[in-house]
């Protein structure tokens, strides 16, 4: 899922909406017409109200505004009677702005905005901690931590005008590898995107899974615009899994150039020996790849 399609959902669903709010309106249209009363007043109405629409930039239509008027005024006192709002024969539509069109003044309206955030954090992991890089407390960072945030956030920041699109943050247990995922979750999320995050083990998890038929819950890891694997390198190694797995995830997420963030405390000697040379090579493929080292060994990814 992503944001275009769930953008699509969102404007089916409010096509529904704006379909029964018109036939809500038609309904209590057809009861009142039962009252041929009524009936004549609201078909005289529509009947002057059409040759208004077709007459009004050829001909003078004082007489005929006046009219329209006047018919307007009785289908207010008939609803008045009947203990019922002057309004309540236009449709009732959620969004008084937009009429659940979802455009306002040529844009996306503030509500419908609002829907795409909501599903969008639904759809995000829903066990993550969003965080925001404002948040983090410079003072207990040092120099060089601080310069990794910054090319974190900016890149955030450019997202999706980036030239690489996969980042390694590398750093030992306790190096704050997982704060800044969460930051970088969060500053996309907050940007519109789907974001899925996911801890190594719970990816090692989903794919024994899918490779036994059980769920197809690694699909959205697969196709989510932006993945987050945290800690890579702690799940348990699985024969015909693991490796097989995470090199497929990589690699599709590379060729559709789709980015894929990684946490790990892994050196390069040790991604190497514990999975193989293709996803090394597509980890450490400079073109594509960021390497945020957290804290400087000559071991490390560089
Ligand atoms: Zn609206």
């Not at 899974?209 to 890579?232: N, Q, V």
């Amino acid at each position: 899922m992503n944001r275009k399609k769930i953008i699509e959902e969102i404007k089916q669903d409010y096509a529904i909406k704006r379909v029964k709010a018109t036939e809500r309106c038609d309904e209590l249209i057809a009861e009142l017409k039962k009252d041929s009363a009524f009936d004549k007043i609201y078909t005289d109405l529509i009947k002057k109200e059409l040759q208004l629409m077709r007459d009004q930039y050829s001909k003078d239509c004082a007489e005929l505004r006046k009219d329209v008027a006047e018919l307007k005024g009785k289908i207010e006192k008939y609803l008045t009677k009947k203990h019922l709002s002057p309004s309540s024969l236009s449709p009732k539509y959620e969004c008084h702005i937009c009429k659940d069109t979802g455009i306002a003044n040529g844009q996306m309206c503030e509500c419908m905005k609002r829907e795409l955030n909501e599903r969008l954090s639904r759809l995000s992991s829903s066990q993550t901690n969003f965080k925001s890089f404002a948040d983090l407390d410079k003072k207990i960072m040092n120099a060089h931590d601080i310069k990794a945030m910054e090319v974190l956030s900016t890149w955030c920041n450019n997202y999706p005008n980036v030239s690489k699109t996969n980042i390694n943050i590398i750093g030992a247990s306790g190096a704050g590898k997982t704060v800044l995922l969460e930051c970088i979750a969060g500053e996309l999320l907050k940007k519109g995107y789907v974001v899925c995050f996911k801890t190594a083990f719970e990816l090692n998890e989903l794919a024994r899974l899918y490779h036994t038929g059980k769920s197809f819950g690694l699909s959205d890891a697969m196709d989510a615009e932006i993945l987050l694997i945290d800690d890579l390198g702690t799940e348990p190694l699985l024969k015909n899994v693991t490796k097989e797995y995470l090199y497929n995830i990589i690699n599709m997420r590379q060729v559709k150039n789709l980015p894929t963030i990684i946490s790990t405390n892994l050196s390069q000697e040790d991604i190497l020996n514990r999975y193989d040379e293709r996803i090394y090579s597509r980890l450490a493929n400079k073109a594509k790849s960021i390497n945020i080292l957290l804290d400087s060994t000559d071991k490390r990814i560089k």
